[in-house]
């Protein structure tokens, strides 16, 4: 029973676990053009103000900086550092975190991108509990957190998407203040490339992202590709999934089957018959030893020291250089990184994928 938990809150948890600061940071400057620079916006709203965290390409020297999460986890970055303006603009990506976590869980993914020239924006969602916030606290009733989640994950079809329609919302705020500061005097001005905007997500971020992407009534057009990490897929019925209409990559870890299927999901079905439903191009691939929690930024370790993939610095390489890839080709429009698409890693226990003949976006036509 204990092992058969442990493996449900792994399945469910939208916090994540894995990857030390140290090995993600040697990860997310590898052959890098850029150093990253890192800011904290404000976006006030109805009743409540949306942080968000923000990642950008700088030339200057980086510094040691804590980030206020559970663990405060201390980085080489340019903290409020100019933005590179001499080889800009660049791509918008917006991060949406899991369930009760925070911006901070896609720190190494959101470095990384930074440091290959992209800006990431990633707002704290006010979830009904959340283990960590951007300017630091957090609730930490663990066990009420973990009974939410659980009851989350049950919910399957019959979930409350209404109660989460704040969510797809935020995301669609970042973009707006993101765009604004682009436009009117501001560190951002002039560094954002307005035609080239993606998105990414872990587990219930992946569900937001989905709904942005073009399921729902959410739907935010200025999405041009989606990067989905071990995604809440089990939402949302098959034939949804033919409104996507945006280029789509799928990740989720190999440790994710169906050993609790009959508890909660099948996270191997539900995101394979996802993907099997999206329109091309689309990619689906599957982590070596991997599990939910390796997709992100450190949160229970403290609890679970043990919890986790085995090859964390290698699942951290291989997420982030397909996942560069992918963004580079739909988003930015970069040919050259179909040459890391094409090809295969040791890391990868499955890899799938099906192009169009050729797919349009703003930027021209892009044969594929």
């Known amino acids: 029973m204990r092992e058969t938990m442990k493996s449900v809150v792994i399945m469910v948890i939208g916090a994540t676990l894995l990857l030390s600061g140290c090995a993600r940071q040697d990860s997310s400057q590898k052959a890098a053009p850029f150093h990253v620079g890192f800011e904290i916006v404000d976006i006030p709203c109805e009743q409540r103000t949306l942080t968000v965290a923000v990642w950008y390409p700088t030339q200057e020297a980086p510094t040691e900086y804590q980030y206020m999460d559970p663990h405060q986890t201390v980085r080489m970055l340019a903290f409020e550092g100019e933005p590179d303006g001499d080889h800009?603009?660049?791509?918008?990506?917006?991060?949406s975190h899991g369930y009760g976590a925070g911006a901070y869980t896609g720190i190494y993914l959101a470095e990384y991108l930074a440091s290959h020239g992209f800006v990431v924006a990633a707002p704290d969602h006010t979830d009904e509990f959340t283990v960590m916030r951007i300017r630091g606290g957090g609730d930490r009733d663990m066990k009420e957190y973990f009974r939410s989640a659980i009851q989350l994950a049950r919910s399957g079809k019959d979930f409350d998407r209404e109660a989460y329609s704040y969510r797809p919302r935020d995301i669609s705020l970042v973009i707006d203040?993101?765009?604004?500061?682009?436009?009117?005097?501001?560190?951002?001005?002039?560094?954002?490339?307005?035609e080239a905007i993606g998105g990414m997500g872990h587990s219930l971020g992946g569900y937001t992202m989905l709904m942005v992407g073009g399921i729902d009534e959410y739907h935010d057009s200025r999405i041009t590709a989606m990067l989905l990490l071990s995604a809440g897929v089990f939402?949302?019925?098959?034939?949804?999934?033919?409104?996507?209409?945006?280029?789509?990559?799928?990740?989720?870890?190999?440790?994710e089957g169906s050993t609790v299927r009959d508890f909660i999901n099948d996270k191997a079905a539900d995101t394979q018959s996802a993907y099997e439903n999206?329109?091309?191009?689309?990619?689906?691939?599957?982590?070596?030893?991997?599990?939910?929690?390796?997709?992100?930024q450190t949160v229970f370790q403290d609890m679970w020291p043990g919890m986790g993939a085995q090859e964390g610095q290698k699942q951290a390489d291989v997420i982030c250089e397909y996942g560069l890839a992918f963004l580079e080709r739909y988003v930015k429009g970069n040919l050259r990184a179909e040459e890391v698409l094409e090809s295969d890693d040791d890391m990868l226990v499955l890899y799938r994928k099906q192009l169009s003949i050729f797919y349009i976006q703003t930027i021209g036509l892009r044969w594929l």
Do not use: W
């Not at 689906?284 to 929690?293: R, S």
């Open 278 to 296: 999206c329109h091309p191009p689309k990619f689906l691939l599957v982590i070596k030893g991997a599990n939910h929690f390796s997709f992100g």
């Open 88 to 95: 800009g603009p660049y791509p918008l990506v917006v991060y």
């Open 235 to 255: 939402m949302f019925e098959d034939e949804e999934y033919e409104s996507i209409t945006v280029p789509v990559m799928f990740m989720y870890g190999e440790k």
């Open 177 to 194: 203040e993101m765009l604004r500061l682009n436009r009117t005097e501001s560190l951002f001005q002039g560094i954002i490339d307005e």
